[in-house]
């Protein structure tokens, strides 16, 4: 094993500059649909890439077609899958893919997620850690998305962090390049998640009263060490995607204020 490719450490530098990111997933469609703004799929593609996005996050059919397309160079693949419809196992994601499989169909990195204190959180470790073994090998980043959110969570009563800075040493620990988490309400309880790993850290969108309160939460992140955003439905649901990326490009990649970030709405 021993240190990373250069293809690894080249692929992690496109899509995260500077060590910071600007992701958009929008792999939720297999989740559930529909889903608003997916059913517009090609614009809101080129609305994100148009204002500046760092990575997209698709699942792999998505991604041949939207590569075939655009020919852009940063789209990620998430491998871990899972509906609405699975009743119990809702959230028990499985793996449905390679790391070879999505280099061939255009990624530069692949995705896996847990979701810890589910069911089937074995199983998620597991489908993880293979796949983390099986990008090393071939030179690929892997983002782990790593949630607390199963009904079977252990979480102490003095974790501020309710469980995300686990989260992040779980990724971290089962040898994931970079991870996506949820916000944890504030910036001292974040700079533990951060402090917790020495890989990126991405917040997830979640939900907000406005998006200038999530444009706030994006700064406090990045404030608490954090590496930027891995963030959907407020970007691709949106009336102007574009814009949105400006704005959260503007307070990740130029530190800017609130303020300066809402002049680009």
Aim: hydrophobic share 40%; with cysteine; proline share 5%.
């Amino acid at each position: 094993m021993g240190a990373p490719s250069p293809n690894l450490s080249s692929r992690l530098s496109r899509i995260l500059p500077g060590g910071r990111g600007v992701w958009i997933p929008m792999d939720h469609g297999l989740s559930g649909y529909p889903e608003t703004g997916l059913d517009r799929m090609d614009l809101v593609i080129d609305s994100v890439i148009e204002g500046g996005a760092d990575a997209v996050v698709l699942q792999k059919g998505v991604l041949s077609h939207q590569f075939s397309r655009t020919s852009w160079t940063n789209f990620v693949c998430h491998l871990s899958a899972s509906t609405v419809h699975g009743g119990f196992n809702s959230q028990s994601k499985v793996m449905v893919g390679s790391a070879e499989e999505a280099v061939s169909r255009g990624a530069v990195a692949v995705s896996g997620q847990v979701n810890l204190g589910d069911e089937a959180e074995p199983v998620m470790l597991h489908d993880l850690g293979l796949l983390t073994s099986e990008a090393w090998q071939i030179g690929v980043p892997t983002l782990g998305m790593v949630y607390p959110r199963g009904p079977n969570l252990s979480i102490d009563s003095s974790d501020s962090t309710r469980g995300v800075a686990h989260a992040a040493r779980v990724a971290f620990e089962i040898g994931c390049n970079v991870v996506k988490v949820p916000w944890t309400g504030s910036i001292e309880s974040f700079q533990i998640v951060t402090s917790a790993v020495p890989i990126p850290v991405l917040i997830a969108g979640g939900v907000s009263a406005s998006f200038d309160e999530t444009l706030s939460i994006v700064g406090k992140s990045i404030e608490a060490g954090g590496s930027g955003v891995c963030m959907g439905r407020q970007i691709f649901s949106s009336d102007n995607p574009s814009s949105r990326v400006r704005a959260v490009r503007a307070i990740v990649h130029e530190g800017a204020s609130l303020e300066e970030a809402q002049s680009f709405l």
